[in-house]
C-alpha cells in the first residue's frame, strides 16, 4: 500500500515527465506515416473485419441461443478483441519499460514505476478511440444495452491491474534474460486461442470449460461480451479470481523490483 500511495504522489509530483512520455509515445507511432493517427483505427478493425469474415460467413460460425441478429456475431467478436488488444498493449509496454527507458533511469532520479502510468495512459487513449466506434456501430444495429455498460469498468479494471502485474514481472526479469521478452509473446498467443474470444465458451464441453476458466482473462472479457450482447450486468465476484491471481503477479514483481533493482542499472 505504501508502495501504492508513493507511485500515486510521484506521478501527480513527476507529472510533466508522465505527459512528455504519454506524448512522445503517441506521436512516434505516426511519424513518417502518410496516413499517421488513421493506422489507430485502420489495424485493429482489420483484424476484427478479418475474424468476423472468416467465422461468420466462411465458417458459419453462429452464437447458441436467440441470437437471430445477422450483427450478434459482431458484436460479441468486437467486445473481446478490443478488450484483448488494451490488454496486450500494456502487457507488452509494459514488459519493456525499463529497457525502453534505460537512459533516462541512469540520469534522472525519480520513481521508476511513475513510467508504468505512460503505459496505462496511451493504451486507455486507444482504448477509448476503438470503444467509441464500437458504440456508434452499437447504436446503428439497434444493439446499445443502454448505460449498463459502466458495468463494464469493473472488468477491464481488473484486466488492466493482471495486465500490469504480468508486465512488471516480466520486464524486471527481461533486463536479465532477454528471452523473457520473446517468452511473453508466445504466451500471450497461447493465451489468445484459451480465451473465448473469437468462439463463446458455451461451445466447449465441461472438462475443457473447467480448464478454459483457470485463465484470468476469461472472465472480465466474458462479463463484457455478455454485457454488450445480452444486457447482462456481471457482478464483482466474478473478478475475484482475476483479481487474486494479479495481486499475487503485482507483489512478485514488487519484491523481485525491490530486490533486483541495483543489479538492473548494470545491466541497462
Known amino acids: 500500500m505504501n508502495l501504492m500511495r508513493n507511485t500515486l504522489f510521484a506521478t501527480w509530483r513527476f507529472r510533466g515527465l508522465v505527459r512528455a512520455i504519454s506524448e512522445r509515445d503517441l506521436r512516434a507511432r505516426y511519424t513518417g506515416s502518410l496516413l499517421g493517427p488513421a493506422w489507430l483505427i485502420l489495424q485493429p478493425l482489420s483484424m476484427i473485419l478479418i475474424y468476423t469474415l472468416v467465422f461468420s460467413q466462411v465458417m458459419h460460425a453462429r452464437l ?8 450478434a456475431y459482431s458484436v460479441f467478436i468486437c467486445a473481446g478483441l478490443i478488450t484483448w488488444g488494451f490488454f496486450v498493449e500494456i502487457t507488452t509496454r509494459t514488459k519493456g519499460i525499463f529497457l525502453e527507458h534505460a537512459n533516462l533511469i541512469k540520469k534522472v532520479q525519480f520513481p521508476k514505476l511513475v513510467l508504468l502510468v505512460p503505459v496505462v495512459v496511451v493504451a486507455l487513449f486507444n482504448f477509448l478511440i476503438l470503444t467509441g466506434l464500437y458504440f ?3 447504436l446503428l444495429v439497434d444493439a446499445w444495452p443502454g448505460w449498463i455498460v459502466l458495468w463494464a469498468l469493473p472488468s477491464i479494471a481488473a484486466l488492466t491491474f493482471l495486465a500490469l502485474a504480468i508486465g512488471l514481472l516480466a ?4 533486463v536479465f534474460v532477454r528471452d ?3 517468452t511473453v509473446d508466445i504466451a500471450l498467443q497461447l493465451l489468445f486461442w484459451g480465451t473465448p474470444i473469437v468462439y463463446p465458451i458455451t461451445i466447449l464441453s465441461d472438462w475443457m470449460r473447467e480448464i478454459v476458466y483457470f485463465n484470468p482473462v476469461v472472465r472480465p472479457i466474458t462479463n463484457l461480451q455478455q454485457l454488450f450482447l445480452n444486457g ?3 457482478t464483482l465476484e466474478s473478478l475475484a479470481y482475476t483479481v487474486g491471481i494479479a495481486s499475487v503477479l503485482a507483489v512478485l514483481a ?15
Open 180 to 182: 523473457v521478452g520473446q
Open 232 to 234: 447482462t450486468v456481471p
Open 171 to 174: 520486464g524486471v526479469l527481461h
Open 64 to 71: 447458441p441461443g436467440e441470437h437471430t441478429s445477422a450483427f
Open 136 to 138: 456508434i456501430f452499437l
Open 254 to 268: 514488487i519484491i523481485a523490483y525491490k530486490r533486483l533493482y541495483a543489479e538492473m542499472l548494470d545491466y541497462l
